[in-house]
């Protein structure tokens, strides 16, 4: 009984600094999401598709100097020797890369306000994909959630004359990577180097094609250009592997509410420094997604505490 009594002061050191790391670790990966606006605006002057090819490249080429320092080249070869595994990889890499350049483009094009609904809805088209694809049971909060989701993107149609594509398609493209993700059993720095081997050979092909039109992707840029498209890579790979990280140490609760800080801090960084206008009716869409986002953490933790 003593030594019983004795140890629990310790379990619950470990479990509180095992708790507080991950929530450093998560902290740290959506903080450098949420500083990806302000890091691509100073490429401005490389077009979206330039970027996403220096992304890719160095982002595969720092995640190979990793496994190579970690000796994790086996579980790539694990991971390869499965068909399955190398081609949901593949088409995981072919949406994550949509994703990276909708967000470029949207960068480019001053609509972070717009990029930001996007993420902002990605926890909701989760809820709207695992209903669709993997037939959950939805609860009464999570069709809330639904509903309050489809008529901000109601709201959008009605007030602003258009459809939020830019929003739709980051949400839609990073919710379908999410889902096809989840169901590859590979760990994240391996999977993410399979994702981005997969976007080498289209990459390639539009460096070949803009090089015969006189254009060079990787080359002929100044050298603080050349180090930020270099950093792309490592902004690229950092925070995916502080997110796993985040996720071995935390329960899923607490990282869905880690989660909001990326687009929040892209929304502040859209109008109190690039100055974007945050029209009245867009404040609507975002008050119902806020109150979607609200019910859908509300029955994520509730299905938390039901599991614990």
């Known amino acids: 009984m003593l030594l019983s009594a004795s140890r629990l002061p310790l379990t619950s050191i470990v479990d509180k600094g095992k708790t507080l790391a991950g929530i450093g670790f998560g902290l740290g990966a959506y903080g450098i999401w949420g500083f990806f606006p302000l890091f691509f605006r100073q490429l401005g002057h490389v077009s979206p598709a330039d970027v996403l090819c220096n992304r890719a490249l160095w982002g595969c080429v720092l995640v190979s100097l990793i496994l190579t320092v970690r000796r994790g080249w086996p579980q790539v070869g694990s991971a390869a020797r499965r068909p399955g595994n190398v081609l949901r990889l593949a088409f995981a890499g072919l949406l994550v890369g949509s994703n990276w350049l909708g967000f470029l483009w949207a960068v480019d094009q001053r609509l972070v306000i717009a990029g930001s609904?996007?993420?902002?809805?990605?926890?909701?088209?989760?809820?709207?994909?695992?209903?669709?694809?993997?037939?959950?049971?939805?609860?009464?909060?999570?069709?809330?959630?639904?509903?309050?989701?489809?008529?901000?993107?109601?709201?959008?149609?009605?007030?602003?004359?258009?459809?939020?594509?830019?929003?739709?398609?980051?949400?839609?493209?990073?919710?379908?990577?999410?889902?096809?993700?989840?169901?590859?059993?590979?760990?994240?720095?391996?999977?993410?180097?399979?994702?981005?081997?997969?976007?080498?050979?289209?990459?390639?092909?539009?460096?070949?094609?803009?090089?015969?039109?006189?254009?060079?992707?990787?080359?002929?840029?100044?050298?603080?250009?050349?180090?930020?498209?270099?950093?792309?890579?490592?902004?690229?790979?950092?925070?995916?592997?502080?997110?796993?990280?985040?996720?071995?140490?935390?329960?899923?609760?607490?990282?869905?509410?880690?989660?909001?800080?990326?687009?929040?801090?892209?929304?502040?960084?859209?109008?109190?420094?690039?100055?974007?206008?945050?029209?009245?009716?867009?404040?609507?869409?975002?008050g119902l997604i806020w109150a979607g986002l609200l019910c859908y953490s509300w029955a994520g933790w509730e299905k938390y505490r039901q599991a614990a």
């Open 117 to 286: 609904l996007g993420y902002f809805l990605t926890p909701l088209v989760n809820v709207l994909l695992g209903m669709l694809v993997l037939k959950e049971r939805l609860n009464g909060k999570e069709w809330a959630a639904v509903g309050l989701a489809v008529a901000a993107v109601g709201n959008e149609f009605i007030a602003l004359g258009s459809l939020p594509w830019v929003s739709l398609f980051l949400g839609g493209t990073f919710g379908l990577y999410g889902l096809v993700r989840k169901q590859v059993p590979v760990d994240a720095v391996s999977g993410l180097w399979l994702e981005t081997l997969s976007m080498l050979p289209l990459v390639g092909l539009y460096a070949l094609w803009q090089g015969s039109q006189g254009h060079a992707v990787f080359t002929g840029h100044d050298g603080l250009t050349d180090f930020l498209l270099a950093m792309s890579g490592v902004m690229t790979a950092l925070p995916l592997m502080l997110f796993a990280a985040a996720t071995q140490r935390l329960n899923l609760a607490t990282v869905g509410m880690l989660m909001y800080i990326n687009p929040t801090m892209q929304l502040v960084t859209a109008v109190w420094i690039f100055g974007e206008e945050l029209q009245p009716a867009r404040l609507v869409t975002f």
